[in-house]
T-cell receptor, first 117, second 110 residues
Framework: EAGVVQSPRYKIIEKKQPVAFWCNPI?????LYWYLQNLGQGPELLIR????????DSQLPKDRFSAERLKGVDSTLKIQPAELGDSAVYLC???????????????FGEGSRLTVL | RKEVEQDPGPFNVPEGATVAFNCTYS??????FFWYRQDCRKEPKLLMS???SGNEDGRFTAQLNRASQYISLLIRDSKLSDSATYLC???????????FGAGTRLFVKA
């Protein structure tokens, strides 16, 4: 079974440029997460989707970050314009919700490593 | 105060040693707990869930102390391959608010 797929794996851009990341979750997983991870830190939630609905985007910097999950499957995360401080690894994860309860295990993609110059 | 706190380490131990990590959480309503492992430049992966009664998986033992709001991970007979960052994870009600600790770095040396 395929895992969570993310692209691109690496991206180097200049500040003020836009960037987009794509995620394809595990088939059948209705919950999708975007996390940001800085060096030496744990993943920090940016946004969580249940199907196509963003149910927790409280930590998403909405002035420059946007996300969508059309049709409740694939998702994209966009940053426009990027700033130097956005350099980090952007992790996508998915999980399965059963009877209104999250099973707890998150399956992560390999991440997209962003460098902003 | 952070919602989930871990000693960042690093813990440097010889092969065969026993090592223990603790993690404290601030929200007494937290409902489920996990340890994830993250290798260098890789994604986090579930190591084990932490149950109220404690649980063991081979050389790994996880314990939960709700009264003191901490969880622990014990690794016995450390192997070189255990070298990684161990992330403490706490879920809120329904498992939807998933908080990661900053991780504890472990180096196992020959």
């Amino acid at each position: 079974e395929a895992g969570v797929v993310q692209s691109p794996r690496y991206k180097i851009i200049e500040k003020k440029q836009p960037v987009a990341f794509w995620c394809n979750p595990i088939s059948g997983h209705n919950t999708l997460y975007w996390y940001l991870q800085n060096l030496g830190q744990g993943p920090e939630l940016l946004i969580r989707y249940e199907n196509e609905e963003a149910v927790d985007d409280s930590q998403l910097p909405k002035d420059r970050f946007s996300a969508e999950r059309l049709k409740g499957v694939d998702s994209t995360l966009k940053i426009q314009p990027a700033e130097l401080g956005d350099s980090a690894v952007y992790l996508c994860a998915s999980s399965l919700q059963r009877r209104g309860v999250n099973t707890g295990e998150l399956f992560f993609g390999e991440g997209s490593r962003l460098t902003v110059l | 105060r952070k919602e989930v706190e871990q000693d960042p380490g690093p813990f440097n131990v010889p092969e065969g040693a026993t090592v223990a990590f603790n993690c404290t959480y601030s929200n007494s309503a937290s409902q489920s707990f996990f340890w994830y492992r993250q290798d260098c430049r890789k994604e986090p992966k579930l190591l084990m869930s932490v149950y109220s009664s404690g649980n063991e998986d081979g050389r790994f033992t996880a314990q939960l102390n709700r009264a003191s709001q901490y969880i622990s991970l014990l690794i016995r007979d450390s192997k070189l391959s255990d070298s990684a960052t161990y992330l403490c994870v706490v879920n809120g009600a329904g498992g939807f608010k998933t908080i990661f600790g900053a991780g504890t770095r472990l180096f196992v040396k020959a």
